[in-house]
């Protein structure tokens, strides 16, 4: 038997998205100019590991966030996301790294990108979409490396922030 030292009961993975802009009760931020409009909705973004595998293997929250976008603008519009801030209660935080998303369906339905995006510290291209004068939803999964052992129980923030731009 392995001993690694770690109360695998004790280890909690809780809010790991807490979002950069300050959010209503229900979890919805919106953001737009006179051509752009993105409202992002965080539904199921927390995790928490209590077993041994949960912390071996890969941790998957369906539809986590649901973001709509649309834009007044005939030029394309493209969607990024990037983690801005990490911070854990054991002074060791997360990677970036270990987060990624992947778009599991839109509506209406819009050529997408299904691949899974792993997140870094800079932006990562999410979707780039012809303009549309109607509002288009993208349902995204959240995605969670294996934790493995080296990494002390805690609780663990990472802040993501997503951008709406026209190249």
Known sequence: MCHTGINTSRLLFRNIIMLLICTTAAGVIRAQNNSNNLTLTAINTGFTLNNVSAIETQQINPNAFQIVVNSRSSNLFSVRARVSASTS????????????LRCNSTSPPVTANTNTITLSNTDQLLQQINST?????????????PVGYNYAPGNYN?????TM???
């Open 158 to 162: 990472l802040t993501i922030l997503f």
């Open 133 to 145: 004068k109607n509002n288009v939803t993208f349902n995204y999964d959240l995605l969670l490396d």
């Open 165 to 167: 731009t026209q190249p």
């Open 89 to 100: 209660s054991t002074g060791t935080p997360f990677p970036a790294s270990m987060l990624s």
